[in-house]
């Protein structure tokens, strides 16, 4: 009994010490799947935004506290992730919170936060509706409809293509994009001809490459992830279809060109990071990145590295943890960051150019930037 | 044209959709146990072929690999899971099956959670007939599942073992009493209908080139849509119900339907994946017993 009541007293005595050494830290939820059908990007999610972290606390930390990750496994649904985002709130006591997540699960907790008042990041989610939750609500990359008109621009205005088919993921991800691609594809002069839609689950596509045969596009927009995308444009090319496949940051990933093979080769996409970088920021986190994963970076690590550095100079700046303080440094701020310049508009809209990248060689590559502000303008309402 | 490449694809879909579903056929006639976990020996069969091709270089020896591991693996799932709950009522096997199906993809996981792809993916010849490029994966599907399951057919009907087998399904106490080792037939069946499974779990990597943890999660609730369409347990009524349904699907989810100045387009309203779910929705309705009643 005595001894039983003795190693108790030690335990909660550690505890009590390991909740005052982290009371010195700042809380930073983070919710990514970790498991499920999108673990591959949920795990670069992780590593992108723990390599943040690291290198933020090397450098003495925030304003003389540690940054400290709360992770969370979401699965990608939105059934978990509002639970998780209470948790976050009111067990974990974060002082912001950051999506490491695709659009479904952080639309789900992009309402939570913003009743609970507490800042929220979307690193990489695209959906239009989720900065639309309310103030403390903020994106670090483009809103699907954004990156779909710097899709139409890429197609018609600098691939000079005119006859389009839309191979479309049906889910948040792959609609936003295609409504962005359809709003501008005729200022761009492209005639699509027509449409097809898959759902995510999809592996097989035999009969829509079939009737895109016989519809003799100059080029195919195809939404998608690299785990959708790489088997598609594999089939694609397989059944002889020639026409220019151009996709967008759910490819970008090494993983795409690993699972295409040769048939990615000439794959054109829309995304954030850019592999051929001058920049000295982007060239030390695809450095760092690749040393810390033991893989090549991609969008997803980039855009969560880039939303704790947005994090953690909202914090520095806000110089407290009151929330409301916080929020508005986050609005504020201008950050150098792995995938550019991030500034926030009116609804808490990233404003940056797209990088467009092209796979040579088993890599991916530089092909040209889309700087047009007035295309890219994000939704300010 | 295109009708005829999209009648040409839904039939290579569906010789996939066949080598799943003989497998849970054979089951659900033997043991009336719905076996949903029958899926993830699909994707140990993907993930056996991608590694052995990878670590070996020889495609052959993978498949072999494939059917053998996967059918080792649907003998032992029979004796831990399913016969120490035989005595109890069929949902029981059920929840276990379900359960088993999960428990295996996180299995996978702990393996590789990003999925495996060929270094040097096998099989990437195409062909070209009637104006239509074909992939060579596709074609060599379609006749290894003609090939296997005629064979099957053939073993069921004139070996010893085969009539053993039909013995054991029609009346399995009658059949033990003439001296036929029904736990036998049952360990042979598993093996079978889950080396089945594997070779389809490869020949689909083949056209993928990749295998993830969910990658039989489609493939486990079509089949059993497939074979409740089938009439369950009838092996004929299966086999037509997965080519139509390959075929249904290769229409449904491309083509457009003009309806006065309207396009009705099936592929915009519903998932590829749930048309199977329609149509079994459909035929329930009409006939209730499925398309095709055991004999």
């Known amino acids: 009994m005595r001894t039983k009541l003795l190693f108790a007293g030690v335990l909660s005595a550690g505890i009590f010490a390991a909740g005052m050494a982290q009371a010195q830290n700042i809380k930073i939820g983070f919710h990514a799947p970790l498991t499920g059908f999108a673990a591959a990007d949920g795990k670069s999610a992780v590593l992108g935004a723990q390599l943040a972290v690291e290198q933020i606390n090397a450098k003495g930390g925030v304003n003389g506290k540690k940054l400290q990750l709360v992770i969370y496994d979401d699965q990608a649904s939105p059934k978990n992730s509002a639970p998780i985002a209470n948790k976050l709130i009111s067990q974990d006591k974060v002082a912001l919170a950051i999506s490491g997540s695709y659009s479904g ?7 939570v936060f913003q009743k609970a008042k507490v800042p929220y990041i979307a690193a990489y989610a695209v959906h239009p509706s989720i900065t639309k939750a309310g103030p403390y609500v903020f994106r670090t990359s483009f809103v699907g409809e954004v990156q779909g008109r710097a899709g139409a621009k890429l197609v018609g205005d600098i691939l000079k293509k005119r006859r389009v088919v839309l191979i479309t993921l049906k889910n948040d991800f792959g609609r936003s994009l295609v409504r962005g691609f359809k709003e501008k594809a005729a200022a761009y002069g492209v005639k699509i001809v027509s449409e097809y839609e898959y759902s995510i689950k999809n592996r097989q596509f035999g009969p829509i490459i079939a009737k895109v045969k016989a519809d003799k596009p100059d080029a195919i927009y195809a939404t998608g992830y690299f785990f959708t995308a790489g088997p598609l444009v594999r089939q694609l090319r397989a059944a002889g279809v020639k026409a220019v496949v151009i996709g967008q940051e759910g490819y970008d990933s090494q993983k795409f060109i690993k699972i295409a093979g040769k048939a990615a080769e000439g794959v054109v996409i829309t995304t954030s990071l850019n592999r051929d970088s001058k920049r000295a920021v982007t060239l030390g986190f695809i450095k760092a990145f690749e040393k810390k994963a033991g893989y090549k970076a991609d969008m997803v690590a980039a855009t969560t590295h880039t939303a704790i550095y947005v994090a953690a100079a909202a914090l520095k700046a806000a110089g407290s943890m009151d929330p409301a303080a916080i929020r508005a440094a986050i609005a504020k701020t201008t950050v150098n960051a792995a995938t550019g310049q991030i500034s926030f508009n009116s609804l808490g809209e990233v404003q940056k150019s797209v990088l467009v990248q092209v796979v040579r ?13 007035m295309l890219l303008a994000p939704p300010t309402k | 044209m295109t009708e005829l490449a999209l009648l040409v694809q839904g039939l290579l879909d569906g010789s996939i959709y066949a080598l799943i579903a003989v497998g849970l056929t054979l089951v659900y006639g033997l043991l009336r146990i719905l076996h949903v976990a029958h899926a993830a020996l699909f994707t140990l069969g993907g993930y056996v072929g991608v590694v052995v091709t990878n670590e070996t270089g020889s495609f052959i020896l993978a498949l072999v690999a494939a059917m ?3 059918g080792i693996a649907g003998m032992i799932i029979y004796r831990l899971v399913y016969q120490p709950i ?26 590789d959670e990003q999925g495996v792809s060929y270094v040097n993916p096998p099989v990437q010849g195409t062909l070209e007939l009637a104006g239509q490029t074909l992939q060579l994966a596709k074609i060599v599907t379609f006749f290894v599942a003609i090939i296997l399951i005629g064979g099957l057919g053939l073993l069921a009907a004139k070996t010893r073992t085969g009539v053993a087998w039909r013995a054991t399904v029609t009346m399995p106490a009658m059949a033990e009493s003439f001296g036929i080792n029904i736990i036998q037939v049952r360990y042979i069946n598993f093996f079978i209908g889950s080396a089945l499974a594997a070779v389809a779990g490869v020949m689909v990597s083949l056209t993928t080139n990749l295998v993830e ?4 999660d489609v493939w486990s609730y079509k089949a059993l849509a497939i074979i409740v369409l089938g009439g369950l347990g009838s092996m004929r009524g299966t086999l037509i119900a997965c080519f139509a349904l390959g075929v249904l699907e290769a229409f449904a989810t491309t083509t457009c339907v003009p309806l006065g100045n309207i396009q009705i387009c099936l592929g915009e309203i519903m998932n590829r994946d749930a048309i199977a779910f329609a149509f079994l929705v459909i035929v329930l309705m009409i006939r209730p017993q499925g398309l095709f009643v055991r004999a």
């Open chain 1, 361 to 373: 060689n088993g890599n991916w590559h530089f092909h040209s930037k889309i700087d047009d502000k």
């Open chain 2, 213 to 216: 943890p969910t990658s039989g």
């Open chain 1, 105 to 111: 699960a952080t639309r789900a907790a992009a309402g």
């Open chain 2, 68 to 70: 053998i591991v996967a």
């Open chain 2, 86 to 111: 035989l005595h109890l009522p069929p949902y029981v096997a059920l929840i276990a099956s379900i359960g088993l199906f999960i428990a295996m993809q996180e299995g996978f996981r702990f393996y």
